[in-house]
């Protein structure tokens, strides 16, 4: 029964150490599709009564029954709509997750591409005025206002800034930048935080369905030695309460908040590395 909870458990564990890798609607789609599938499975095990058939000796020298019947469990149907909840913040934890993780990626990239695009309007400027400067010169040289060491001097500095935009031009068509978020990169990473625990609580409501269950059992039972005339129906509720529930809630609402601070100090030092990162390694 807890097969498909301990996946959906090592599903959101796994986000953990994804790959930082360019973030494909169809790949978020795909992943949500196969959690959801998997939930539905559980949520149907978990709200279909359980059919049972066997036979049995009540007390010894009563006669053997033929027994059928089905039950169903309170816990158990609690559990199914809180496992497609569980389902469902995993999927948002996976779209939040790789978002941020591709924000991080691609942030050095972005900023480099920038700063060659504000590169090459720079020197797009500059070889205006470069342009009518040297067309002053040329017309100075002809009335023998000027010489023309200083024209031969303009004409090679155009050839040093063509040369420099070639190369500006080809740095920029080598960077790879995916289309990115327009929110700030520190807002993404909070939105990731949020889903976590947003996940992390989802599993603890789950958790909790185990301390406790009502379950209604119906059937019919048959003698068959000797045979009796008719079946005659049964019914019975079996009540099962953990003794320790309230130390076990506890235990779930500390781990929850033990999370929260460890994904906060995770997050902080990620953040704090990545400033680092972008400040000396771009000087660098």
């Keep these: 029964m807890f097969l498909n909870q301990w996946k959906l458990v090592a599903a959101s564990a796994i986000l953990l150490s994804l790959p930082a890798l ?66 469902r913040q995993n999927c948002e934890l996976y779209k939040a997750t790789t978002g941020a993780q591709q924000e991080i990626e691609y942030a050095i990239p972005r900023l480099e591409k920038e700063a060659l695009r504000n590169r090459l309007a720079l020197i797009d400027e500059a070889s205006k005025s470069l342009d009518e400067l040297m067309d002053k010169t040329a017309k100075m040289v002809e009335a023998q206002n000027a010489t023309r060491l200083t024209l031969f001097s303009l004409q090679t500095t155009k050839i040093k800034l063509n040369a420099d935009r070639s190369d500006t031009q080809a740095k920029i068509a080598g960077l790879y930048i995916p289309a990115l978020s327009d929110k700030p990169l ?71 908040e033990a999370y929260d601070e460890w994904k906060k100090v995770q997050e902080g030092m990620s953040f704090a590395t990545w400033k680092f990162c972008t400040s000396s390694c771009w000087r660098a």
């Design 22 to 87: 360019a973030v494909d609607p169809k790949d978020q789609q795909a992943y949500c599709t196969y959690l959801t599938e998997q939930a539905e499975a559980q949520r149907d095990l978990l709200r279909t009564p359980v059919a049972a058939a066997g036979m049995t000796q009540p007390e010894t020298g009563l006669p053997l029954q033929v027994v059928g019947g089905a039950s169903l469990g309170l816990s158990d149907f609690r559990k199914a709509g809180l496992t497609m909840a569980v389902a």
């Design 186 to 256: 520190k807002e993404l990473v909070a939105e990731k935080q949020s889903s976590e625990g947003s996940a992390q609580r989802a599993l603890d409501k789950l958790s909790r369905q185990n301390n406790w269950d009502v379950a209604l059992s119906v059937g019919v039972h048959q003698q068959v030695n000797p045979v009796a005339q008719g079946t005659q129906p049964y019914g019975a509720v079996t009540v099962n309460y953990n003794l320790a529930s309230h130390a076990i809630n506890k235990h779930l609402d500390r781990s929850v």
